[in-house]
Structure formats: structure tokens, C-alpha cells
């Protein structure tokens, strides 16, 4: 799955589980960090464009390799228990955050070609076995994985519309007021527009 749909799937968990902002934002932040091993595309293709290549050996060697492994969720999970207000509640959830990643990946990060499958290293970076991968992963960008991210959206929406804190907050607790001020606002112009007149 995309970071995207990654970072809001895991805001939606973390906002129904915490109850409080630092845990929302570590419980969340601990479900996206995964995909911090796919860094080395942007390092790629600064080579790529300094040298008119088109390999992406850091990328392809290291995502899903590093950090998708038991050792980084263990660590992670322990990271942002440390940092939280209830550690207890937040180590389970990162750690489980972190496993839905894994999910998500295994069933949804295939490439173009059936033959692109994206296989998960549960003991990387300290051994490649077991391997897992599934041969009938979806595509990144395929009608199954759309459906889930507008599934999430949707359900963050109503969760920002309801609780009055959004996805943002996890970056910006003041961008995140003034996001939420203007989708009620837009929900509320929408409302008065399809309300049947009095």
C-alpha cells in the first residue's frame, strides 16, 4: 500500500485507541516508519538524474528488507512506548500498527507485472528466512487497494468531522485546527446545500 494510505489507516486506529495527542502521533508515526527503508528511492534517483541511469539498486536491496522485519517493529514499538504518556497501551498498539503494515504490504505492493511480488523479511536484516510472499498480491495501484485508501479517507473524515482532530495533527497540531475549521466549514456549506428547504 501507499505511505499515504499507510499514515492515515494507522491515524484512524491510533485516534480510536489513544486519548491523547502524543500517543495518537507515536502510535501512528510507529505504523508508518516501515517504509523509512524505501529512503534509499530518493537517493536513487538523485544518482539517476546526476548520471542519466535508471537503476534503483538501494531501493530494490533495502525496501522491505530493513525495517520490515520483527527487530524494527520490536524496537519501534519500544521507542514510542518510551516517548508515551501510557507506555503500555502504546507499545501493544505500536506493535500491532506495525504487523497491519506488514499486512497491508504482503496482500497490496505488487509492481506493474505479476512477476514484481514485494516479499516481507520477518527476521531482517539478520536473515532472509523465512521469506514471505504471496503470488496473488495486489498491485499498488490496483482497484483493491483504491478501494481500501477511499474506504479510509472516508472514515477518517467522519472521524476529523466528529472528534474535531485530524491525520494533520500527527505533524502540526496547529495546522491541524485550522484543517478541521475548514472542513466543517465545507461540510457545513454542503449540508445547507442539499438541505431541503424549511
Given at each position: 500500500?501507499?505511505p499515504i494510505t499507510?499514515l492515515?489507516?494507522?491515524?484512524v486506529v491510533a485516534?480510536?485507541?489513544t486519548?491523547n495527542?502524543r500517543?495518537?502521533?507515536?502510535?501512528t508515526?510507529a505504523?508508518?516508519?516501515?517504509?523509512l527503508d524505501?529512503?534509499g528511492?530518493?537517493?536513487?534517483?538523485?544518482?539517476?538524474?546526476?548520471?542519466?541511469?535508471?537503476?534503483f539498486p538501494l531501493?530494490?536491496?533495502y525496501?522491505h528488507?530493513l525495517?520490515?522485519?520483527l527487530?524494527?517493529?520490536v524496537?519501534?514499538?519500544?521507542?514510542a512506548?518510551?516517548?508515551?504518556k501510557?507506555?503500555?497501551?502504546?507499545?501493544?498498539?505500536?506493535?500491532?500498527v506495525?504487523?497491519?503494515h506488514?499486512?497491508?504490504?504482503?496482500?497490496?505492493?505488487?509492481?506493474p507485472?505479476?512477476e514484481?511480488?514485494w516479499p516481507?523479511?520477518?527476521f531482517?536484516?539478520?536473515d532472509?528466512d523465512p521469506?514471505w510472499?504471496?503470488?496473488?498480491?495486489?498491485r499498488?495501484?490496483?482497484?483493491?487497494n483504491?478501494?481500501i485508501s477511499?474506504v479510509v479517507?472516508?472514515?477518517a473524515i467522519?472521524?476529523t468531522?466528529?472528534?474535531?482532530?485530524?491525520?494533520v495533527?500527527?505533524?502540526?497540531?496547529?495546522f491541524d485546527?485550522?484543517?478541521?475549521?475548514?472542513l466543517?466549514d465545507?461540510?457545513?456549506?454542503i449540508?445547507?446545500r442539499?438541505a431541503?428547504?424549511?
Amino acid at each position: 500500500m501507499s505511505p499515504i494510505t499507510h499514515l492515515v489507516l494507522n491515524w484512524v486506529v491510533a485516534a480510536k485507541t489513544t486519548d491523547n495527542p502524543r500517543d495518537c502521533r507515536l502510535v501512528t508515526l510507529a505504523g508508518l516508519a516501515p517504509d523509512l527503508d524505501g529512503g534509499g528511492l530518493v537517493l536513487d534517483m538523485i544518482r539517476n538524474a546526476a548520471t542519466g541511469g535508471d537503476r534503483f539498486p538501494l531501493y530494490q536491496n533495502y525496501h522491505h528488507y530493513l525495517l520490515h522485519g520483527l527487530a524494527a517493529g520490536v524496537g519501534l514499538a519500544l521507542l514510542a512506548a518510551c516517548l508515551a504518556k501510557h507506555r503500555w497501551r502504546v507499545l501493544v498498539l505500536a506493535f500491532a500498527v506495525f504487523h497491519l503494515h506488514l499486512l497491508c504490504d504482503f496482500v497490496g505492493s505488487r509492481g506493474p507485472s505479476p512477476e514484481d511480488l514485494w516479499p516481507i523479511f520477518y527476521f531482517g536484516p539478520f536473515d532472509k528466512d523465512p521469506m514471505w510472499i504471496w503470488k496473488d498480491q495486489w498491485r499498488l495501484d490496483g482497484w483493491q487497494n483504491l478501494l481500501i485508501s477511499l474506504v479510509v479517507f472516508v472514515w477518517a473524515i467522519a472521524i476529523t468531522l466528529r472528534e474535531g482532530h485530524s491525520v494533520v495533527g500527527v505533524f502540526s497540531r496547529r495546522f491541524d485546527a485550522h484543517f478541521v475549521r475548514v472542513l466543517r466549514d465545507w461540510m457545513g456549506k454542503i449540508r445547507s446545500r442539499v438541505a431541503p428547504p424549511a
